[in-house]
């Protein structure tokens, strides 16, 4: 019983815990009935019960997949765009219609009661009985489960601490007889801080550095230190290190709850503990030889276990396939997302350049013929006619993140199938341009193509492989990029070190190592190439959405308008063309064009979620968030 995997598959068989450790009678945390302790022995009195409750807790680890394309977090960001229409999550973040009664992506009273759940596991699994002939390997297992529950339960309160900042911190049961306990204020920042950083080093001290097939997917010593290190970089960053909005929220008590002194050794706190990642030597940068596209995308749609420090582990799917791909035609998919011009900026050029520097060398104007190695998601020279220069010779990830405008795309009954995102009016599916009788059509230009396993045919669905993926929750280019940030930020300027540790991630892709401009010596020019660097490398991984709080960047990138290309061309554009209305000329002809899909409001209260209206009004000892 000790293989996760076994577990994972076999939770039908333990829903005794899922009945009873899921979720409190009540929903607040703040009012918790312990109703799952009325049948505990059940739980408790089995070791075989006892593993599912722990492989139960690994199934509600927060990750990259469940908060991204489930949850459409990605298109609460300047990423993309969610065209389904009203009622999805995104379209409140997006338009600023969010509050405290009123957020689809609040988590309190959830991870409340997986921090509950933790607590639970950690006062009885020494008490739970072990057969005789099990009982030395249990005594060598038991002490390492409780690392990996304590790890878990810092993962949980991180979650907590990147939407709340200061949260009450509990470390133990609370029994439905003690209500008067709990009436608990936050904890500061800084507080919460030092308890993850401190589990997660503890934790660190009893885990394996690395674990057999069967185990694969626990959390490992680099696991626990690689969140601690995630923990200090958000301790660090502007949100939370000296946030002069945050002044005035205290506790009743007074207690100050954000800390209005900018300190930069935190900067150093959090470079010194990425070290000790990248020192453990057991994590390397996945590589395809002479493939600098695919070395980057099949991180996404194999099971990698070098690269990936904490994975979640993913069923076998066609899910992700479902929602991205292109929809009708040749791919089958929903086609649910479209891809901002802005992010498509982002990519520099393949010489390191970003796009708007005047020796960067980039031309939007005419288009281009050639060869992309690895561009269809197979490592094979793909020729591309006609496309626009703007995607010609730009940075490796680009391509095997964005599905533009004439890209191919090599799918099991056909090879090398071109993507057709102009309006080409009468053409039997064959384009993926808007003007169609369902919104499943990119209004932007582009579909994801990131995650997607050229193995998945969904037109053969049932005779198709499902894709076979592990949900990257913590990656080594995190630690590098979190390194060069650090010694940059505390040096106040980049070293050599922080150069080294950036150029790491962008060799992998062959991108050009870095100083390249003047900027990149400064403080504010490595910084932003730090940025951007976390911006390209993490696409779609549900980084985005929150580097722009803890970077304090929201109210720039994320309000006000945001484009793509003209997809959904009025009739006055295409009569204009001088080409009939329904030909592809026609659309193509006016599809270049910059054209604003959403105006989007960010506010300087966005930067942190409010605590929900509901706990409040329980909990006395809460204070709301500033500008809730």
Same mark, same amino acid.
């Given at each position: 019983?000790?293989?996760?995997?076994?577990?994972?598959?076999?939770?039908?068989?333990?829903?005794?815990?899922?009945?009873?450790?899921?979720?409190?009678?009540?929903?607040?945390?703040?009012?918790?009935?312990?109703?799952?302790?009325?049948?505990?022995?059940?739980?408790?009195?089995?070791?075989?019960?006892?593993?599912?409750?722990?492989?139960?807790?690994?199934?509600?680890?927060?990750?990259?997949?469940?908060?991204?394309?489930?949850?459409?977090?990605?298109?609460?960001?300047?990423?993309?765009?969610?065209?389904?229409?009203?009622?999805?999550?995104?379209?409140?973040?997006?338009?600023?219609?969010?509050?405290?009664?009123?957020?689809?992506?609040?988590?309190?009273?959830?991870?409340?009661?997986?921090?509950?759940?933790?607590?639970?596991?950690?006062?009885?699994?020494?008490?739970?009985?072990?057969?005789?002939?099990?009982?030395?390997?249990?005594?060598?297992?038991?002490?390492?489960?409780?690392?990996?529950?304590?790890?878990?339960?810092?993962?949980?309160?991180?979650?907590?601490?990147?939407?709340?900042?200061?949260?009450?911190?509990?470390?133990?049961?609370?029994?439905?007889?003690?209500?008067?306990?709990?009436?608990?204020?936050?904890?500061?920042?800084?507080?919460?801080?030092?308890?993850?950083?401190?589990?997660?080093?503890?934790?660190? +001290?009893? %885990? #394996?550095?690395?674990?057999?097939? /069967?185990?694969? *997917?626990?959390? &490992?010593?680099?696991?626990?230190?690689?969140? !601690?290190?995630?923990?200090?970089?958000?301790?660090?960053?502007?949100?939370?290190?000296?946030?002069?909005?945050?002044?005035?929220?205290?506790?009743?008590?007074?207690?100050?709850?954000?800390?209005?002194?900018?300190?930069?050794?935190?900067?150093?706190?959090?470079?010194?503990?990425?070290?000790?990642?990248?020192?453990?030597?057991?994590?390397?940068?996945?590589?395809?030889?002479?493939?600098?596209?695919?070395?980057?995308?099949?991180?996404?749609?194999?099971?990698?276990?070098?690269?990936?420090?904490?994975?979640?582990?993913?069923?076998?799917?066609?899910?992700?396939?479902? +929602?991205? %791909? #292109?929809?009708?035609?040749?791919? /089958?998919?929903? *086609?649910?997302? &479209?891809?901002?011009?802005?992010?498509?900026? !982002?990519?520099?050029?393949?010489?390191?350049?970003?796009?708007?520097?005047?020796?960067?060398?980039?031309?939007?104007?005419?288009?281009?013929?050639?060869?992309?190695?690895?561009?269809?998601?197979?490592?094979?020279?793909?020729?591309?006619?006609?496309?626009?220069?703007?995607?010609?010779?730009?940075?490796?990830?680009?391509?095997?993140?964005?599905?533009?405008?004439?890209?191919?795309?090599?799918?099991?009954?056909?090879?090398?199938?071109?993507?057709?995102?102009?309006?080409?009016?009468?053409?039997?599916?064959?384009?993926?341009?808007?003007?169609?009788?369902?919104?499943?059509?990119?209004?932007?230009?582009?579909?994801?193509?990131?995650?997607?396993?050229?193995?998945?045919?969904?037109?053969?669905?049932?005779?198709?492989?499902?894709?076979?993926?592990?949900?990257?929750?913590?990656?080594?280019?995190?630690?590098?990029?979190?390194?060069?940030?650090?010694?940059?930020?505390?040096?106040?300027?980049?070293?050599?070190?922080?150069?080294?540790?950036?150029?790491?991630?962008?060799?992998?892709?062959?991108?050009?190592?870095?100083?390249?401009?003047?900027?990149?010596?400064?403080?504010?020019?490595?910084?932003?190439?730090?940025?951007?660097?976390?911006?390209?490398?993490?696409?779609?991984?549900?980084?985005?959405?929150?580097?722009?709080?803890?970077?304090?960047?929201?109210?720039?990138?994320?309000?006000?308008?945001?484009?793509?290309?003209?997809?959904?061309?009025?009739?006055?554009?295409?009569?204009?063309?001088?080409?009939?209305?329904?030909?592809?000329?026609?659309?193509?002809?006016?599809?270049?064009?910059?054209?604003?899909?959403?105006?989007?409001?960010?506010?300087?209260?966005?930067?942190?979620?409010?605590?929900?209206?509901?706990?409040?009004?329980?909990?006395?000892?809460?204070?709301?968030?500033?500008?809730?």
């Amino acid at each position: 019983m000790n293989r996760l995997t076994y577990i994972y598959r076999s939770l039908a068989t333990v829903a005794i815990v899922s009945t009873f450790l899921a979720a409190s009678s009540c929903k607040k945390f703040l009012d918790v009935v312990p109703s799952e302790l009325v049948t505990s022995d059940q739980v408790w009195g089995n070791i075989n019960n006892a593993n599912g409750v722990l492989a139960n807790l690994y199934s509600k680890m927060p990750g990259s997949l469940a908060d991204g394309w489930t949850d459409e977090i990605c298109a609460a960001t300047d990423e993309c765009y969610h065209h389904w229409g009203a009622g999805f999550y995104p379209l409140y973040y997006n338009s600023g219609a969010w509050n405290a009664a009123n957020n689809p992506y609040d988590i309190w009273a959830d991870a409340y009661q997986k921090i509950r759940q933790c607590n639970l596991f950690l006062e009885n699994i020494d008490k739970v009985p072990v057969p005789e002939n099990q009982q030395s390997y249990y005594a060598t297992v038991l002490p390492r489960y409780k690392a990996e529950t304590r790890v878990l339960r810092a993962f949980f309160y991180f979650d907590l601490l990147r939407r709340y900042g200061a949260v009450p911190v509990l470390t133990r049961s609370y029994a439905a007889s003690e209500t008067g306990e709990m009436q608990m204020p936050r904890l500061p920042v800084d507080s919460i801080v030092n308890f993850i950083t401190r589990e997660c080093e503890q934790a660190a +001290e009893i %885990l #394996p550095v690395s674990y057999a097939d /069967g185990d694969l *997917g626990r959390i &490992s010593k680099g696991g626990a230190l690689a969140l !601690a290190t995630r923990t200090l970089a958000y301790a660090a960053s502007p949100l939370f290190n000296g946030n002069p909005l945050y002044k005035d929220i205290k506790n009743p008590d007074g207690t100050a709850l954000f800390s209005q002194m900018a300190d930069k050794e935190k900067w150093k706190r959090a470079a010194d503990e990425a070290l000790k990642v990248l020192n453990l030597n057991l994590y390397t940068l996945n590589t395809v030889a002479g493939d600098p596209i695919n070395s980057y995308s099949r991180v996404f749609n194999t099971r990698n276990w070098d690269e990936i420090i904490v994975a979640k582990q993913q069923n076998n799917s066609k899910n992700i396939e479902n +929602e991205c %791909l #292109p929809y009708g035609g040749w791919f /089958g998919g929903w *086609g649910k997302y &479209s891809i901002l011009q802005e992010f498509v900026d !982002a990519y520099e050029m393949n010489n390191g350049y970003p796009i708007h520097d005047p020796a960067s060398g980039y031309d939007s104007v005419g288009t281009w013929s050639g060869d992309i190695f690895g561009a269809d998601g197979y490592s094979e020279n793909v020729h591309f006619d006609n496309i626009s220069k703007m995607y010609r010779d730009r940075d490796p990830r680009f391509y095997a993140t964005v599905t533009f405008q004439g890209s191919k795309w090599a799918i099991r009954h056909t090879a090398n199938t071109p993507v057709w995102m102009s309006w080409w009016g009468s053409n039997g599916g064959t384009s993926q341009g808007w003007p169609k009788s369902t919104g499943t059509y990119p209004v932007s230009g582009y579909n994801p193509r990131k995650w997607i396993s050229p193995d998945v045919d969904m037109l053969n669905y049932w005779t198709s492989p499902d894709a076979k993926r592990n949900d990257p929750v913590i990656r080594l280019p995190e630690i590098y990029l979190i390194y060069a940030e650090a010694l940059n930020e505390y040096n106040q300027g980049p070293t050599a070190e922080a150069f080294n540790a950036i150029n790491k991630v962008r060799a992998r892709v062959n991108m050009p190592a870095l100083p390249i401009i003047a900027d990149d010596n400064t403080v504010a020019g490595f910084r932003a190439r730090v940025q951007n660097e976390n911006r390209v490398e993490f696409a779609f991984e549900s980084h985005r959405f929150w580097d722009v709080r803890r970077w304090m960047i929201g109210t720039i990138v994320d309000n006000g308008p945001v484009h793509g290309l003209n997809a959904r061309p009025t009739t006055q554009e295409l009569q204009s063309s001088g080409f009939d209305v329904n030909s592809k000329e026609a659309g193509l002809s006016v599809f270049y064009k910059r054209t604003v899909i959403q105006t989007r409001v960010f506010q300087p209260k966005h930067y942190l979620f409010p605590i929900p209206q509901t706990e409040i009004e329980v909990n006395h000892q809460l204070v709301q968030n500033y500008g809730w």
